[in-house]
């Protein structure tokens, strides 16, 4: 049998399957933007800015080793900030609506840019809860990092402020994807369900197996193909006859 894995007779089966994929791309991206849009909750992040340094004189002189030891600090300060005993002051401060795993699973932190600038994040459901609990932490950052790393200065740079947009999720983005997996699935499906089909629809088909073709049936137009009628005469078909 002719082989029907070609690139041209695919394109061509691709084209004509058009409605199919099409409808299944609508179909999908509008099923992801409406589950995105309107089942999963959305999360606001609202963030601030600490700067470390290793020196607690407010003049000092700027040199590669403050600089070097200050982003070692970053570190260091992360991981005491999101300690019990800090995490458990935010939460007498903040009335306690959170455990402290919850609270821990909401806060996100990392150097900016790997510099001596610490950036604290916190995500929630409530923008105001998220702002709060930010700048609560913020408040708390100064006292606890000084009593256990002993030395050293933190200033705020930036306090949080109420996110008025959801960072997650993003709607359009998810249709877009959810639109680009309908089409490849579609295409999949309908390429594998091509190469395994095993029916022979034309002449051609048969050339490389050397089976002698009988007789060929022409597709009447109720079936897709153009008649055109003649007085007097047989119908002519339009387009090439089909095997049947």
């Given at each position: 049998m002719q082989n029907r894995t070609d690139l041209r007779s695919l394109l061509r089966l691709v084209g004509r399957s058009s409605p199919i994929w099409l409808l299944c791309m609508l179909l999908c991206a509008a099923g992801v933007y409406g589950?995105?849009?309107?089942?999963?909750?959305?999360?606001?992040?609202?963030?601030?800015?600490?700067?470390?340094?290793?020196?607690?004189?407010?003049?000092?002189?700027?040199n590669a080793g403050n600089v070097d030891t200050s982003r070692k600090l970053v570190s260091t300060c992360s991981v005491v900030l999101q300690s019990d005993r800090t995490l458990e002051q935010v939460l007498r401060r903040t009335g306690g609506k959170r455990s402290l795993e919850e609270l821990r699973g909401m806060l996100h932190?990392?150097?900016?840019?790997?510099?001596?600038?610490?950036?604290?994040?916190?995500?929630?459901?409530?923008?105001?809860?998220?702002?709060?609990?930010?700048?609560?932490?913020?408040?708390c950052a100064p006292t606890e990092?000084?009593?256990?790393?002993?030395?050293?200065s933190v200033k705020v740079i930036d306090t949080a402020a109420v996110p008025e947009h959801p960072d997650s999720p993003n709607a359009v983005v998810n249709a877009i994807l959810g639109a680009v997996l309908g089409l490849a699935g579609s295409i999949t499906a309908i390429l594998t369900w091509n190469l395994l089909d095993g029916r022979v629809r034309t002449a051609e088909e048969l050339e490389p197996c050397g089976a002698p073709v009988l007789a060929e049936i022409p597709i009447p137009f109720h079936l897709g193909e153009e008649v055109t009628w003649y007085e007097g005469s047989n119908p002519s078909i339009s387009s090439n006859p089909r095997l049947c």
């Open positions: 589950v995105s849009a309107y089942c999963i909750p959305p999360s606001y992040t609202a963030s601030a800015t600490l700067y470390i340094y290793n020196s607690q004189e407010d003049t000092r002189e700027l932190m990392e150097a900016v840019d790997h510099t001596e600038i610490l950036r604290i994040s916190v995500s929630s459901g409530d923008p105001e809860e998220a702002a709060t609990l930010c700048n609560t932490l913020l408040d990092l000084l009593r256990v790393l002993q030395g050293g």
